[in-house]
C-alpha cells in the first residue's frame, strides 16, 4: 500500500529588536543568566507590560513580505499554564485577532518545479525563559535563566500543504530567506532565533481524509527537521501497516541520539483558557504605517534572484542559492562590486567560503574573510596571477589572518609564472631532460599521445616549484611536441 | 491638628504654623496609640516617614513646595513601595518587599507628601469587610463590633479615626466607596484609565482603579491633583491632562441635573440609608439642583458579570504567585507540582481560592462563551445603560451601599450575601466611570454613604457637587466615639 504524507508547520521565529515585546530589557544573546531579565519579564507584582511597537513593525513586514492581509485591529490574549519559565504563568500571545492574516510563500524544489504554500496567519507573542537542568544543578534542583523571557516572537503557522520533507525544507529554508532579507531576524538557528514544529498525518494514496496529526516540537535546524520528518512518517506507516492507529499526541525528537518521544497525549493536552489581556489596548495598524513599512521593505529573496540573473548573468540555480541567504546575497555582492566578476564572486562565495563556513558552523556574517579580501583573492585569479591550486592556499591563508591574499602571495612567493619566454625556456630544458619519455611519446599511436602529456606537466610543474600558469605551459608543450614530431 | 482637613493642614505647613516632623510625629503617635484597637495599620514606617517630613520643612522653608509637601499620607498596601514590604493582604506576600515604588506612590513622594506606613485591606483585594486579611480584620471605629468595608478597609478606617488625614485606595468593585460609606469618610474612585496602575498589584485589571481617601471632598480634591497622571508604564493609562480638581469646587449645583436610578432605591434597600439618601438630595435639589429618575434597567445583571469577569481576570493575574520567584513558598517541595500546589494552597485564603477557582471555570473550555462570552456582552449592556443616562443627566446619585456597617461574622459564610454589598457600585466599574462616596447621614450610629456617579472624565464635577453638599451639611465632620 502507498501512502500521502500530509505536512503543516509551525515556525516560531524571534524579533531582532533590542529590547523585549513587553519590557526595555535587552534581547541580546549569550549574556549570564537572569541579567537581562527587569521586573516585567520576572512578573514582579504590580507590573505591566508596554507594546515593543518594532515588534509590531517587523510582524507587519513580514505579512507585506508573504501578501498577507494585515490585521487593521490585533489583540493580544492570554494563554494560560504554570510552568516554571513562564514567569507570569501566562503567555501574552495573539489568538482571534492575529497580526498577519493569510498569505502565500512559493518554494523552488529540486527538480525545478515550484509549489505553493499557503499561510494560515502569523501573530506574535513573547517567548519563555529557559530551564537548566545540568550545570550546577543536581537532581533536586534546576535553573531558570529568563533572559529569553518576554523576547519578541512571531509564530508563523503554514496550512497543511506540503507532502514530504524536502517540501517542508525547501519551505522552511524560504521562510528563513525571507525573514532574513527584510532584516526582522537574524537567522542564527543555533541560538534559537528560528523554531519548528512539525505537524505529520499520512493518508492512503489519494484519499480525501486526513489522518490522524502527531506534533513534533521544537526543532532547531533544517537536518533535525528533516531527520525528524522522515521518522516520523515511517513510524506512522508503520503502526498503521501493523494494524495500529495513530494517537494525536506532541512528539520531542532528539536531534543527537536521533530518538522521537511523546511528550502528551491529547488527552493530557493543557486548557490553556485564552481570554483578552486587559493590560494591553489592541493593536491598531493604520493604512499610512503600512503603505510606510511597504515602500521601505528590503528587497526579498524571489526578486533578489531574478535580479542577480539580470545583473549579473548568474545561472537561476546559483541566483537561487545566493539569494535565499540574505548574508551570503549581501557578502557576494559586496566581492562583486570590489572584483567586478561576478561569475568568479558567485562560485567562491557559494563553493569555498560556504564549504568553510559550514564545517566551522559559521554564518556568513561572522567570516572570517572579508568580502574585500576574497575579491583581492579574485582579481589575482582572473589576472593570472595566481592558479587555482594557488588560490586554495591563499584563501586558506586569508581564513587564518595571514592577510590579504597579496600579502600571502608576497610572502610566499606563490606568483604565477606567465612570461612566454621564461616558460618556452622551462619546457625546452624539461624535454631536452628527459628524452626517453619524448621518444615514448613519439612512438605513440597518435590517439593516445593525449594521455602522456600529464608527465611532461608534472616534470614541468615540478621544475616551476608550481608556478607556472598551468594553461601557457599546456599550449607550449603540445606545440614543441607536435615540432618533434 | 488629627481634626484639620488637608486643605488646613497645607496652609498650616505653608505659613510655617507647625512643622510637617510635628505633624508627622503626632499622626505616628496616634497610630502607635490607637491603631491596636483597629488594625487599619500593618506596616508603619516611622523612620522614613521622619526622614521625609525633615525633608519636606526644607522644601516648605526654601519656599515654593507643592500643595501635599509635608502632608503625612497612608498608601493601600496593595501599592508598591520601594524597600517596604507591600503584602496585598496576603500570606503569599507577607515577604516581599517590592524594588520599585507604584506610580502613585512616586508622584506622592515627588510631592513631598510624607507616607506614615501602609494599610490592612482585604486579601488581594478581595472582600467587603476586610475580614479576609492574613493580617486580621479592621474594626470600623465607629462600632468595633462591625467591618469597616472593603477592600481598602484599612485606608477608610485610618482616615475616619484620624490615624491620617487621607490615604490611598482602590477600588475594583466598590473597594472605596463602600469602605468610605461605611466608615464615614469621602472617597473617589476615578475614570478607568485616569490614575496609573504600574506598581498597584493587580486583582481585575480591567476595573482595577486607584483613588484617594479623605475626610472632605476638598481634601479628596487635592490628593487626586497628585495621585492622577498619565503614565507610559501603563498601557490603559489614558493620556490627557489632569485639572485641578479643586478649581471647580466651589461651583453651584444650580441646574445640575441629577440623574436618581431606581433601581438603586429597590428591596434590600436599608430604610434608614435610603431616608439619609433621599435626604442629601433633597438638600442638594434645595440648593437648586434638579432630580430626573432614570433607569439603568441592567444594574441587576451587574453583580453576576462582575463575579464572572473579575475572577476571571483574577485567576490569570494571580498565576505569578508560584513559589518560584518571591512571595511564599511551602516547606520541602517533593517536586514541582507539589511546590505549585502547597504553596498557592498554604499562601492564599479561602475567598482568594475561590475566586481563582471561579474564575478558571469561567474561562474553560466549553465554560467561556456560557460564562465569560456572556458577562462582557452584559459589560457593554451596562455600559450603555450609563451612556444613555448621561445623554439627560450631568451626575447620577444614590446610596453606596444597602445597609450600614454589618457585624463581623454576619456574613462570612455567605459569599453571595457578601457580594451584593456591592450591588451599587460594581456598575460604575464595569462601565470605567468614576464614582464616588461622601458621608451624607447615620443609622443606628453608624455612618451612610452617599454614592456620586460621573460621566467619563468629569472627576471635577463629581468633586464639586460633593463639596456643596459638604459645604451645607457636617456629616463629614462628625468624629466616631473616642476619636475627636
Redesign the interface.
Known amino acids: 500500500m502507498s501512502w500521502d504524507t500530509v505536512i503543516g508547520l509551525e515556525i516560531h521565529v524571534q524579533l531582532a529588536t533590542k529590547t523585549k515585546i513587553f519590557s526595555g530589557a535587552s534581547t541580546a544573546y549569550g549574556a549570564e543568566p537572569n541579567t537581562q531579565a527587569c521586573a516585567i519579564d520576572l512578573a514582579m507584582p504590580g507590573t505591566l507590560p508596554v507594546l515593543n511597537k518594532q515588534a509590531v513593525n517587523y510582524a507587519i513586514m513580514f505579512g507585506l513580505a508573504i501578501d498577507a492581509e494585515i490585521g487593521q485591529v490585533s489583540a493580544f490574549e492570554r494563554k494560560n499554564y504554570f510552568y516554571p519559565d513562564l514567569p507570569k504563568g501566562y503567555q501574552t500571545t495573539q489568538l482571534e485577532k492575529p497580526i498577519v492574516g493569510r498569505g502565500n510563500v512559493e518554494i523552488q524544489l529540486a527538480d525545478g518545479s515550484t509549489k505553493n504554500v499557503r499561510i494560515h496567519h502569523a501573530h506574535l507573542e513573547e517567548d519563555a525563559g529557559k530551564s537548566l537542568h545540568e550545570g550546577n544543578f543536581n537532581s533536586s534542583f534546576s535553573g531558570i535563566d529568563l533572559n529569553r523571557a518576554g523576547t519578541p516572537l512571531i509564530e508563523i503557522v503554514s496550512e497543511p500543504d506540503m507532502s514530504n520533507a524536502e517540501e517542508a525544507i525547501a519551505f522552511a529554508k524560504k521562510i528563513h530567506s525571507i525573514v532574513t532579507s527584510i532584516g526582522i531576524c537574524d537567522g542564527e538557528m543555533s541560538q534559537g532565533s528560528m523554531r519548528f514544529d512539525v505537524n505529520v498525518s499520512v493518508k492512503p494514496s489519494g484519499s480525501e481524509i486526513l489522518g490522524t496529526r502527531t506534533e513534533t516540537k521544537n526543532l532547531n535546524s533544517f537536518k533535525f527537521m528533516e531527520e525528524a520528518i522522515k521518522r516520523e512518517v515511517a513510524r506512522q506507516i508503520d503502526v498503521i501497516e501493523d494494524g495500529g492507529t495513530i494517537a494525536q499526541e506532541t512528539r520531542l525528537y532528539n536531534g543527537e541520539t536521533k530518538v522521537a518521544r511523546s511528550m502528551r497525549s491529547k488527552e493530557e493536552a493543557n486548557d490553556y483558557r485564552y481570554f483578552p489581556c486587559p493590560d494591553l489596548l489592541p493593536v491598531i495598524v493604520s493604512d499610512e504605517q503600512v503603505e510606510e513599512l511597504r515602500r521601505n521593505l528590503p528587497e526579498l529573496p524571489d526578486a533578489r534572484q531574478t535580479r542577480f540573473v539580470e545583473q549579473y548573468g548568474l545561472s537561476d540555480y546559483d541566483a537561487g542559492i545566493l539569494s535565499s541567504d540574505a548574508a551570503m546575497a549581501n557578502y557576494f555582492e559586496a566581492v562583486s562590486r570590489v572584483c567586478s566578476n561576478p561569475k568568479l564572486a558567485a562560485n567562491w562565495t557559494m563553493g569555498e567560503l560556504s564549504a568553510r563556513l559550514n564545517n566551522e558552523g559559521l554564518s556568513t556574517s561572522n567570516s572570517p574573510v572579508s568580502a574585500e579580501q576574497l575579491a583581492g583573492l579574485i582579481i589575482r585569479i582572473a589576472d593570472n596571477s595566481i592558479s587555482g591550486k594557488m588560490a586554495k592556499q591563499v584563501f586558506e591563508g586569508i581564513w587564518a589572518g595571514d592577510g590579504s591574499a597579496d600579502e600571502i602571495i608576497e610572502a610566499r612567493g606563490l606568483k604565477q609564472v606567465s612570461d612566454s619566454g621564461a616558460l618556452e625556456q622551462m619546457v625546452a630544458d624539461v624535454l631536452a631532460a628527459n628524452q626517453a619519455m619524448v621518444d615514448d611519446y613519439i612512438n605513440t599511436d597518435e590517439s593516445k599521445r593525449k594521455k602522456k602529456l600529464g608527465g611532461f606537466m608534472g616534470k614541468i610543474m615540478q621544475a616551476s616549484k608550481g608556478q607556472a600558469n598551468p594553461q601557457q605551459v599546456n599550449q607550449i608543450l603540445a606545440q614543441k611536441l607536435n615540432e618533434l614530431l | 491638628m488629627h481634626n484639620l482637613t488637608i486643605a488646613e493642614l497645607v496652609k498650616g505647613l505653608q505659613s510655617k504654623k507647625f512643622t510637617s516632623v510635628e505633624l508627622t510625629q503626632h499622626f505616628l503617635d496616634r497610630i502607635s496609640s490607637l491603631n491596636p484597637a483597629y488594625n487599619a495599620v500593618i506596616t508603619v514606617t516611622a523612620e522614613q516617614a521622619l526622614k521625609a517630613a525633615a525633608a519636606a520643612d526644607q522644601r516648605l522653608a526654601a519656599g515654593d513646595a507643592p500643595d501635599l509637601c509635608g502632608v503625612p499620607i497612608l498608601h493601600k498596601d496593595i501599592?508598591?513601595t520601594d524597600g517596604v514590604r507591600?503584602s496585598?493582604g496576603s500570606k503569599m506576600?507577607d515577604n516581599?518587599i517590592?524594588?520599585?515604588n507604584?506610580t502613585v506612590v512616586e508622584n506622592f513622594e515627588q510631592a513631598g507628601a510624607v507616607v506614615l506606613g501602609k494599610t490592612n485591606m482585604d486579601e488581594f483585594a478581595m472582600g467587603s469587610s476586610n475580614e479576609t486579611s492574613f493580617y486580621g480584620p479592621v474594626k470600623n471605629p465607629w462600632a468595633i463590633d462591625s467591618v469597616p468595608g472593603g477592600s481598602s478597609g484599612g485606608s477608610a478606617a485610618a482616615v475616619a479615626a484620624r490615624l491620617a488625614p487621607g490615604a490611598t485606595a482602590t477600588d475594583t468593585g466598590g473597594s472605596i466607596r463602600q469602605p468610605a460609606a461605611l466608615c464615614g469618610v469621602s472617597g473617589i474612585k476615578p475614570t478607568y484609565g485616569r490614575v496609573s496602575?504600574?506598581?498597584?498589584?493587580?486583582f481585575?485589571?480591567?476595573l482595577d482603579q486607584g483613588g484617594p481617601m479623605a475626610r472632605t471632598a476638598e481634601d479628596c480634591a487635592l490628593l487626586l491633583n497628585c495621585m492622577a497622571s498619565y503614565d507610559?508604564?501603563?498601557?490603559?493609562c489614558i493620556e490627557r491632562e489632569v485639572p485641578d480638581y479643586t478649581a471647580t469646587l466651589n461651583s453651584s449645583v444650580k441646574g445640575l441635573r441629577i440623574g436618581i436610578p431606581k433601581e438603586y432605591f429597590s428591596e434590600g434597600l436599608h430604610p434608614g440609608t435610603e431616608k439619609a439618601v433621599r435626604a442629601a438630595l433633597a438638600n442638594l435639589e434645595a440648593q437648586g439642583a434638579e432630580l430626573v429618575e432614570i433607569s439603568l434597567p441592567n444594574s441587576a445583571l451587574s453583580v453576576p458579570a462582575y463575579y464572572v469577569i473579575a475572577p476571571?481576570?483574577a485567576?490569570?493575574n494571580?498565576?505569578?504567585?508560584?513559589g518560584?520567584?518571591?512571595g511564599y513558598r511551602c516547606e520541602d517541595p517533593k517536586d514541582?507540582q507539589d511546590m505549585?500546589c502547597r504553596s498557592r494552597a498554604e499562601g492564599f485564603g479561602e475567598e482568594v481560592q475561590r475566586r481563582i477557582l471561579i474564575g478558571?471555570y469561567c474561562?474553560?473550555?466549553g465554560y467561556?462563551d456560557a460564562y465569560?462570552g456572556k458577562a462582557q456582552q452584559v459589560r457593554q449592556l451596562i455600559q450603555q445603560d450609563f451612556v444613555k443616562a448621561f445623554d439627560n443627566v450631568d451626575l447620577i446619585m444614590g446610596p453606596t451601599c444597602p445597609s450600614p456597617a454589618f457585624k463581623f461574622g454576619a456574613k462570612g459564610d455567605d459569599p453571595v450575601a457578601m457580594y451584593l454589598e456591592d450591588i451599587y457600585t460594581i456598575a460604575t466599574n464595569l462601565a470605567g466611570l468614576p464614582g464616588m462616596s461622601i458621608p451624607c447621614g447615620m443609622v443606628e450610629g453608624k455612618p451612610v454613604g452617599l454614592q456620586i456617579i460621573g460621566n467619563y472624565f468629569d472627576e471635577a464635577r463629581i468633586l464639586s457637587a460633593a463639596h456643596q453638599y459638604q459645604q451645607s451639611t457636617d456629616w463629614h465632620d462628625l468624629a466616631p466615639e473616642g476619636i475627636a
Open positions: 501599592f508598591c507591600t496585598c506576600l516581599f517590592p524594588p520599585y507604584a496602575r504600574w506598581g498597584m498589584i493587580a481585575a485589571s480591567s507610559d508604564k501603563d498601557s490603559t476571571a481576570e485567576s490569570a494571580l498565576s505569578r504567585f508560584d518560584s520567584r518571591y514541582l505549585y478558571t474561562l474553560s473550555a467561556y465569560y
